[in-house]
C-alpha cells in the first residue's frame, strides 16, 4: 500500500507497441498527473478526459500522462484509445495498464481516478472521480502540488 508521502518507486505501464515504461523514470523530476481511467467509463470519457486536456494547459509545469486500465483479459490498442478522441494526435500521452496492475498499486475506487505525484517521486494524493467534488479536490490538490 502506498500513502501519501510515501516514495513512490516506480509505475510500470505499457506503451501502444507493448514497451514497458516506467513512467517515475520517464518523468524524473517533473511533477505528474496521472488520470487511470476506462474507454467504457461515461465519466472517465465524458468529464475526466476532457477536464485532463484542460489542466495540462493551464498547468504546464505538470506532466498529466492516462493510464488506460483493461478490466478484462482484451487489451486495448491504440485505436481503441484514440476512438474517444475527436481528433488524430492524442493531448497528452497515454500508456496501457493491462491486467490493472497500476490500478491496484494505488487502490484505485474505481475509475477516473487521479493520482498526484511530486517531481521528488512521492505520492502527493490520489482522488476518485470526475463529477464537481472530486474537481475541486483534484484543483485545490494540484494548488498544492505546484506550491511544493
Not at 1 to 6: F, Q, T
Not at 114 to 141: C, D, H, M, P
Amino acid at each position: 500500500m502506498i500513502n501519501e508521502n510515501d516514495l513512490v518507486e516506480s509505475i510500470l505501464v505499457r506503451d501502444f507497441n507493448n514497451n514497458s515504461v516506467d513512467l517515475i523514470k520517464k518523468y524524473k523530476g517533473k511533477p505528474l498527473l496521472a488520470i487511470i481511467y476506462n474507454n467504457q467509463c461515461l465519466g472517465c470519457t465524458g468529464r475526466a478526459i476532457p477536464l485532463a486536456y484542460e489542466l495540462q494547459k493551464e498547468n504546464e509545469e505538470i506532466q498529466v500522462v492516462g493510464i488506460h486500465t483493461s478490466f478484462n483479459s482484451s487489451q486495448a490498442s491504440e485505436s481503441d484509445i484514440k476512438s474517444i478522441f475527436t481528433v488524430d494526435a492524442l493531448p497528452f500521452p497515454i500508456f496501457l495498464d493491462n491486467g490493472r496492475a497500476v490500478y491496484d498499486q494505488f487502490e484505485s475506487s474505481g475509475t477516473p481516478q487521479w493520482v498526484l505525484i511530486t517531481k521528488e517521486g512521492k505520492l502527493s494524493r490520489t482522488i476518485f472521480g470526475s463529477q464537481e467534488g472530486a474537481q475541486n479536490r483534484l484543483y485545490y490538490a494540484i494548488d498544492q502540488l505546484k506550491a511544493k
